[in-house]
């Protein structure tokens, strides 16, 4: 599975983004998506995951009722809906895929991994 990441850009706090993630691949139904970022300075941390059906999402803390993970298997894509956003979400976002379907925060589990896209809130 390859995946493409795209949708970043630089909004003020407050805005919306939407990012997207591609993947090739004849099985990505198969797989649970999970998004990721990376902050300057800092590791990587976990922002939500979304199961290989969709029936199951999971999400970070500091995105709980302001980011939406979904996905469309017809079209090989999963989105990641952002909104009211902050300077502290100003990050990389990565999307990955994981074989075991059901959408883990932990990224040791993924397997594949897109080249990230990013995100400036500015204040």
């Known amino acids: 599975v390859q995946l493409q990441a795209s949708g970043g850009g630089l909004v003020q706090a407050g805005d919306s983004l939407r990012l997207s993630c591609a993947a090739s691949?004849?099985?990505?139904?198969?797989?649970?998506i999970g998004w990721f970022r990376q902050a300057p300075g800092k590791e990587r941390e976990f922002v939500a995951a979304i199961s290989w059906g969709g029936g199951s999402t999971t999400y970070a803390d500091s995105v709980k009722g302001r980011f939406t993970i979904s996905r469309d298997n017809a079209k090989n894509t999963v989105y990641l809906q952002m909104n009211s956003l902050k300077p502290e979400d100003t990050a990389v976002y990565y999307c990955?895929?994981?074989?075991?379907?059901?959408?883990?925060?932990?990224?040791?589990?993924?397997?594949?991994w897109g080249q990230g896209t990013l995100v400036t809130v500015s204040s």
């Open positions: 990955a895929a994981d074989h075991n379907g059901y959408g883990s925060r932990y990224d040791r589990v993924y397997d594949y």
């Open positions: 691949g004849r099985t990505f139904s198969s797989y649970a």
